[in-house]
C-alpha cells in the first residue's frame, strides 16, 4: 500500500488540525476529483482535510498529486493512500475504513467522488452533528424534501426496496435512519473502531449500524444528483453482496455489537489510542487514565497492544488455552462465573487483551494489574527497561530514586522538586536505555495524606482532601500487604481489588496539582541512582551491581499483585528468549556511568538527604549525615 500527504503550500501537517476530515474511496474517478475538490473548497468554512483512498488503476493518483501541489484550493489538506492490486480488501467498504483509520479531523465524513452526493451538504451533517449531539449524522435519500435525481425507475424502486427490506430486519435499530444504505454519511472520530468492522462492498453504513446499534444517530436529507462523470460501480454482484451483508449482520451473535470476537454489547464505543514515545502504542475500548500523557487521537499503523472487553464462562485460573510457534494465550480466572477477575492474553506480532467488565469497569486496575505488566516485557523487546524508580532532573541531568513500594518515594519526590529548581521526569516508572538516556513515564501519582501535609502548595479541593484519609488508609502499605495475604489464601483478592477501586479509586494526581509550576523535562541522561530505605540513619556508596540488584528487587516487588506470577512467564518468553536476561542487561549497561548510593532514615528525610549530599555535594567524599 502506498501512503502520501500532499499539502497544500502554506499549512504543514503538524500544525493543522482539521474539524472534519472528508474520507471519499476512489476508483478510477479522474474526471470528478478536479471538481469534487473545487466544490468542497467553495462551500468550506471550517479547516477540513481531504482524504482520497485509491483503488484506481486509471489517472486518479496522479491527478490528486497535481492539483495538491498546485496550491489552488489552499487551505484544503489533500492527502492519498492509494492501495494497488492485491490489496484491496474488501472494495470500496475496506477503502472506508483504511480512511477511517487515518483521519485526524473531530468528524469524519464518507462520500462519493462522483458528486452524486453533493460536497455542499457536508456543511448541513457537519451542523446537524452538532446541533443534535449526534455519534452519526445519515444523508438521506428518503428523508421528507429529499429526491434522486440519478437513478432511473427501476433502479429507484429496487433501491426503496433494499432499504425497506434492511429497515424490516432490524426495526429497532434502524427506527431512526430512513437510509440505511446511503454511502453519505458523517462520523464522530473515535466512536467506533474500523479495525473490527467486516466491510463487504459498497454498504458500510449497514455494517457499521449493525455492530454499533447504540449510536446516537440523526438524519440530514439531500438531492441525489446524476453522476459528473465516468460509469456506476452498481452490479448485481454488489447486489448479492448486499443480501449476504445483511444476512451476516442478522445471524451473528451478540447483535454484532462486538470490538473483538467474544466482546460484549457495550454502549457507543469511543476508542482510547495510546502512543508512547514512539516506542508501543496502544488501543484500549476502556479508558487508561495512568496513560492520558500519551493519548492521541489516531494511531498510524497496527498497535502493539489491543484491550477489549469479553464475555467469560468460568474456567480454572491460570488455565493455559494455547501454545503455538507463532502465538502463545493464557486465561487467569478467580472462579466467580465470569463476574470476577478474568482476563485473557495473546501474545504475537500484537498482543490482544480480553477482560472482563468488572475490570474494564475500574480503570486503574486495569492499567496496573493487566497493562502495565504487559508494556513492561514489551519495552524490553523494544530496547528499554521501564524502571521502578521517580526520576527528576537537574538541566540535561537525571537522577533516579528507587525504593520498595510505599516506602515513601512519591513523598520523598514531590519535597526535593519544592527544595530547589528541578525538574520532572515521572515518579514511580521511567523508561531507560541501555546508553543510560531515560524518557518520562508521567503517570499520576499516588499519594497519600502525609504527602499532602509535607508539601507546602498542593492543589487539592475540600472535597478532594476530605475523602483523602478514606483513600489514603485503604490504599496504603498495610492494605497492599492484607491483600497479598489473601492472595496467598486463594481468595480472589483481584476481583476484590478491582471491585474496590471501581466505588473507592486511588488519590492519583498529575505533579502540576502537587507542586504547581515544576518544570516537567521529556527526557535526560542518568547522573545518579538513590535508594532509599527506613531503617536506623544511615548513608553508603554502592557498586554498579549493588545498585542493580536493589532496583531489580524494587521492579519485582512493585509488580507482585495478582494476576502478575500468573503471567509473567508467558510474557518473557513470547518472544522465543527470555526477556529477562535483556531487561538486567539493559539495566546494566545504563547504570554503567551512574553514582550510586543509599540512605537509610527513620524520620522519612530522604529528600533534605538527596539535595545536600547528592545534589551539592562538593567534589570531595560525601561525609555521612550527622545524627539529627
Request: proline content about 6%.
Amino acid at each position: 500500500m502506498v501512503f502520501s500527504t500532499i499539502e497544500s503550500a502554506e499549512v504543514s501537517a503538524e500544525s493543522f488540525v482539521p474539524v472534519m476530515s472528508v474520507v471519499t474511496p476512489t476508483r478510477n474517478e479522474a474526471d470528478s476529483v478536479p471538481e469534487l475538490l473545487r466544490r468542497l473548497h467553495r462551500s468550506c468554512d471550517v479547516p477540513i482535510e481531504v482524504l482520497f483512498v485509491d483503488d484506481s488503476d486509471d489517472e486518479t493518483p496522479r491527478i490528486v498529486e497535481e492539483i495538491s501541489t498546485s496550491g489552488q484550493f489552499d487551505p484544503l489538506v489533500i492527502r492519498l493512500v492509494h492501495r494497488p492490486p492485491g490489496e484491496r480488501a474488501g472494495g470500496l467498504g475496506g477503502a472506508v475504513c483504511e480512511g477511517l483509520r487515518r483521519a485526524g479531523g473531530t468528524w469524519v465524513c464518507v462520500m462519493d467522488a462522483d458528486l452524486q452526493h453533493p460536497p455542499e451538504t457536508t456543511r448541513d451533517l457537519l451542523a446537524k452533528g452538532i446541533e443534535s449531539d449526534a455519534d452519526l449524522v445519515v444523508a438521506s435519500r428518503f428523508l421528507h424534501r429529499s429526491a434522486i435525481e440519478g437513478f432511473s425507475p427501476s433502479r429507484h424502486m429496487v433501491s426503496q426496496l433494499c432499504a425497506t427490506t434492511a429497515r424490516a430486519t432490524f426495526p429497532r435499530r434502524l427506527r431512526k435512519v430512513t437510509d440505511p444504505l446511503s454511502g453519505f454519511f458523517m462520523l464522530r472520530n473515535g466512536v467506533i473502531d474500523p479495525d473490527h468492522l467486516h466491510p463487504h462492498g459498497f454498504k458500510i453504513l449497514m455494517e457499521i449500524i449493525g455492530r454499533y446499534p447504540n449510536l446516537a444517530t440523526a438524519e440530514v436529507g439531500f438531492i441525489f444528483a446524476e453522476r459528473y462523470a465516468g460509469v456506476s460501480k452498481a452490479s448485481v454482484r454488489e447486489g448479492a453482496r448486499f443480501v449476504r451483508q445483511l444476512a451476516g449482520v442478522r445471524s451473528s451473535k451478540n447483535n454484532l455489537n462486538r470490538l473483538l470476537p467474544g466482546s460484549v454489547d457495550t454502549k457507543p464505543v469511543r476508542v482510547y489510542n495510546y502512543d508512547i514515545h514512539g516506542v508501543l502504542t496502544v488501543r484500549s475500548h476502556a479508558r487508561l487514565p495512568e496513560l492520558e500523557k500519551f493519548r492521541v487521537r489516531r494511531l498510524d499503523g497496527t498497535p502493539n497492544i489491543v484491550v477489549a472487553e469479553k464475555r467469560f464462562g468460568c474456567r480454572d485460573r491460570g488455565e493455559l488455552i494455547d501454545i503455538s510457534n507463532e502465538r502463545s494465550s493464557i486465561r487467569y480466572d478467580e472462579k466467580l462465573g465470569g463476574r470476577g477477575f478474568t482476563i485473557e492474553v495473546e501474545t504475537g506480532s500484537q498482543t490482544m487483551v480480553w477482560v472482563s467488565h468488572l475490570i474494564s469497569s475500574s480503570p486503574h486496575v486495569l492499567y496496573t494489574n493487566v497493562v502495565e505488566p504487559i508494556l513492561r516485557w514489551k519495552f524490553v523487546e523494544k530496547g528499554y527497561a521501564l524502571v521502578h524508580a521517580a526520576c527528576f532532573t537537574e538541566g540535561d541531568d537525571a537522577h533516579l530514586v528507587t525504593a520498595r513500594t510505599d516506602t515513601g518515594k512519591t513523598t520523598t519526590m514531590l519535597k526535593i522538586l519544592e527544595l530547589g529548581d528541578y525538574g520532572f521526569l515521572s515518579d514511580d516508572l521511567v523508561l531507560l536505555d541501555s546508553d543510560g538516556g531515560l524518557l518520562t513515564y508521567p503517570k499520576p501519582l499516588t499519594i497519600s495524606n502525609h504527602t499532602v501535609h509535607a508539601l507546602k502548595s498542593a492543589e487539592l479541593g475540600p472535597i478532594e482532601r476530605l475523602f483523602l484519609p478514606i483513600q489514603s488508609r485503604l490504599h496504603s502499605k498495610t492494605g497492599r500487604e492484607f491483600a497479598l495475604y489473601l492472595a496467598e489464601k486463594s481468595i480472589p483478592v483481584a476481583s476484590f481489588n478491582a471491585a474496590v477501586q471501581r466505588i473507592i479509586p486511588p488519590p492519583k494526581y498529575h505533579v502540576e496539582r502537587l507542586v504547581p509550576g515544576a518544570p516537567v523535562s521529556s527526557s535526560a541522561t542518568l547522573k545518579t541512582l538513590t535508594i532509599i530505605k527506613r531503617g536506623e540513619r544511615d548513608h553508603a556508596e554502592l557498586t554498579q551491581d549493588e545498585g542493580m540488584t536493589i532496583l531489580l528487587e524494587n521492579c519485582e516487588d512493585a509488580f507482585g499483585f495478582p494476576p502478575y506470577k500468573s503471567l509473567e512467564t508467558l510474557l518473557h518468553t513470547c518472544s522465543g528468549y527470555d526477556l529477562r536476561f535483556v531487561e538486567q542487561e539493559i539495566i546494566r549497561r545504563g547504570l554503567a556511568k551512574a553514582e550510586t548510593s543509599m540512605f537509610s532514615s527513620p524520620s522519612l528525610g530522604w529528600a533534605e538527604d538527596i539535595h545536600t549530599h547528592v545534589l551539592q555535594k562538593d567534589e570531595t567524599d560525601i561525609a555521612v549525615p550527622a545524627a539529627p
